[in-house]
Every structure is written in structure tokens, then in C-alpha cells.
């Protein structure tokens, strides 16, 4: 067995999900959606058996017990983030973890992917949208999904999670919310249609699955949560005032968002609607609040205005063993060229990367990673960083938008 100091290698082989872990993953994914349900509906899916792709919509923890259910009696293999792995690097092998870095084209994962599917004949799980739900609502999915699913010519399964987000929203993960937790899984791509369709016309099926919204949701079946943090920490993706538009400005405790600026006020009821304390209320879904913003940011980057940069501590992710240690504090710019870190680490060295805007469809955000701040992903095919603001008041969010929006400008700019 590989030694725990060394560096991950992503070119070690992927291995069939080992028998002996099946009860332990069962007894833990019970565990896991007690109290939450996990009710699994299946569509389409009569005579469904292994190999197949599963893809998922992302928002919490509980979706990987609930992932369980849904492929239950059969165990699968795991698309898991590489900083998954770190002080359980052999157990997430055993069961059938391969480790990716996110927002890389990495060629060796799909080698792992289609080496699960079409030798091994297992169930490849994977979140294509590579995190969590930040507002309940869809984020923009891996383009290449169509041709991974030509190349295994295997059926393509979605399961739409319901819940997962409120139960636990990833800028306020605790207390949990007591929310039920529910699931269909569905036939989506079957082996026949996944040969004869071309690769666009199953990325095209795949994408369209992937449009939810957990407020609406939440508002339109009745879910009431009463928990008097349901709002707490909100302001963390609802960063912009909708009222003065001035970003930055807004706080948020419990049940209550407010702008510190022009003191305009909301309040979240217990199915999760937004209402004003006086005057107008712009949004009553968090999700369309949310929405506002990305345009916003999507406006500011076509004027040709947008620029960040910050002082930033920098944690290089060493080793399974290791995990993330600090190595400096070095200066950050996002633009349109990119992003780009550099300057002195605490050894005296000097530090350079650079990740250009065609390379990064999206960035991943932790609003506090490890109990140890909020943090932007940055990864290379080698190397992961968590990459920590230390000036800027919570501009997470904000460059999560922004990410996307120059990768698109960019494409846009291209086509022209």
C-alpha cells in the first residue's frame, strides 16, 4: 500500500467497491437520513441494472446516504473531491473513490470513469455541477457529460435531491433543519439512446434535468421550518442590496436580512419567503435574489469594469496525511486574463500561479473552510489551494459569479 506521506497520484488505478464495506456503508447511510427520511421514487428505472452513470444535484452531506439508497442493492464507484481523501485517502478507495481537482480537465479521471463502467462493469456516481447548491438552485453542469456517456455507452440515471439544501444550507450548515429529505431517481439516457444519440443531444437532455429551485419548492409545498436560524448567515450569498444596490453591505442574524447602508430590512417567514419590514419587497425568493446578483455581475464584466484583489493566506493541500498547510500570504487579482497569485511564501521562496479564463467554468467557495475562514479552490493537475481573503468583507460569492461570467464573456469573444 502507497505511504500516507507521500502526494496523492491520481494515475493509481480505480478499484471495484470493496464487498466487506456494503453493511458499513447501509448502517451509515440509515444513520445519515434519520430523522430526514430519504424516500427514493424511482421513474424509468424498471430492469435498470449495472453498469450506469448517476448523476446527482448537490447540496449537503446526506446526499451521498440517500446516493446509497437510490443504487441499493448494488454499490458504485464516487467522482470525490481530492481534499475528500485527506486522513481517509484508503477507506474512500475501498470504496470506490476516485479523486478529482475541481474545476480541472483532467483526462485521468475520465480514464477512471470509463475504466468503472465499462470494466468493471460498476455504478459511476458523480455531481456535475462539482459543489453544493449555494442558493438551492442549479449551477451550470460539466459540458462534456454527453460524450462521457457516448464513450461508456451506458444509460444515464439523474437524481434530483429534495430538502438536502434546506436541511443544511452551506452558509449556515448547523443546526440542521428539520426538513424531509426525498429523492427521484430516474432513467434519463437509456444504453440504446446513449449508442444512437449524438453526444449533444444527451448533454442537452442532461442539462435540461438540471433546473431546480429549493425556495420554490419549498414555498410551493408547504415546507415550513421553524427554525429561528433559517436566515442566519444568509448574507453570505445575498451580498448586494436589492434596494440601493450598493454591494457588500448586507448582515444577516437568524431570521433577518438587512442593509447596513440604507437600512432596508427583510424578513424570512417559515416557508422560506422573503417580505420587507416597510416598503417594497424585491425578493421574495432567495433564489431570485440570488439571480439578481449573478446579472449584475454579468453586466459589470461586459462593461469591461470588473477587477478584485486582496491579500490572501494560502493553504497548499500536501497530502492525504498532511492535509492543508499554511505556506504564505500573497496577493490574489481575478480579471479577464484570470486568476493569478503571487509573492513570498513564510519559507522565503517565491510563488507564481496563474489559472487562465478559459481554463475555469466556475470556482469552488467554502464560506468556512474547516472552521478556518471563507476560502476560494484554487487547483492545478498537481496541486490543490484554499485560498483565504484576509481584506475583502465576503467577496465569495461575488467571485464565484464573476468566474463564470469572464468564462463565458470569453467564449462569447471567441465565437465572435
Known sequence: MRKAQQKFDTALLVRKPAAWTKPIIRIGSAFLTMGHGGK??????EGLKPPYILLSTHASMIDFAVAMKAVKPHLANWVISIEEFVGREWLLRQVGGIYKRKFTSDVMVVKHILTALTKHKDIVIIYPEARFSLAG?????????????????????????????LM????????????????????????????????????????KKFDYDEYKWQRDNGIVIDSEYRAHNIHKILYQCPRCKKEFTTRSEKTKIWC?????????????RLKATEGETEFELVSDWYRFERSEVEKEVKSGKYHFEDTVRVEHLKSSAQGCV??????????????????????????????????MRSCHIEYDYKKRGGALELCTLKDTYFVFPLNKFNPLTKLHFATEAIYDYALNKEKK
Open 326 to 359: 499554511p505556506i504564505g500570504e500573497v496577493k490574489l487579482t481575478h480579471g479577464y486574463d484570470g486568476f493569478t497569485m503571487q509573492g513570498k511564501l513564510y519559507d522565503g521562496s517565491d510563488f507564481y500561479l496563474h489559472r487562465d479564463t478559459e481554463t
Open 40 to 45: 427514493v421514487e424511482k421513474i424509468g428505472c
Open 168 to 207: 443544511s444550507p452551506q452558509w449556515n450548515k448547523h443546526p440542521y433543519r428539520k426538513v424531509p429529505v426525498s429523492a427521484v431517481m430516474e432513467q434519463i439516457v437509456t444504453k440504446d439512446e446513449a449508442e444512437n444519440l449524438s453526444a449533444e443531444e444527451i448533454q442537452q437532455r442532461i442539462e
Open 260 to 272: 447596513v447602508d440604507c437600512g432596508a430590512t427583510y424578513e424570512m417567514d417559515n416557508l422560506g
Open 137 to 165: 438552485i442549479n449551477e451550470a453542469v460539466d459540458g462534456a457529460l454527453g460524450k462521457l456517456a457516448k464513450a461508456a455507452k451506458c444509460p444515464v440515471v439523474f437524481l434530483q435531491m429534495r430538502g438536502n439544501f
